[in-house]
């Protein structure tokens, strides 16, 4: 999304005592862009409405909710599924931000906290937070993925039921207890 620069502030320039109301309602041709990006077939409506404002001195806020209708193909028939994304969005902008130079430390459980920049681009956290609540794996209503069965001829295929650690101890004691 690099290309679309709008709703990217310069931190310099935003107001320190007051609120930056946000309010996006995308368009044909950046839902389409957007849907590109993100792999899906379709985003028939995208709306953002939130605000930035001042966190401390240095430090900013970003608040808003992100409404979304996505298209993607079902992963086992490829008819279109629709999904209906509503989701709050936050974020920190924090100015001392200290990244972790060990590459073995265990990432926080605050997952809202980014450096400060700057810049604000809000259309990038809009984008990020619609990536992450798109179904990675979408189902028609009452698609089901059947089971293959493969094997040579001559050859009895595996099946649930052979592959299981015991099924051939299960398959001798039914013979002893049909036998007895």
Known sequence: MS???FLVFRTADLPQ?????LELTADAP???ALAADLGVAQIKKLTFKGQLRAA???DWSLTGHLGATVVQPCVVTLDPVTTRIEEDVTRQYISD???PEDPEV???EDDTTEPLGPEIDVMATITEALSLAIP???RADGAELGAMIHAE???EPLNEETVKPFASLADLKKKLEDKG
């Open 97 to 99: 931000w200290q990244d």
């Open 30 to 32: 950046l839902r389409k």
């Open 3 to 5: 290309d679309m620069k």
């Open 17 to 21: 005592k007051k609120v930056t109301p």
């Open 153 to 155: 001829p001559g050859i």
């Open 56 to 58: 401390g001195k240095t």
């Open 136 to 138: 990675a794996y979408p």
């Open 106 to 108: 265990e990432m926080p």
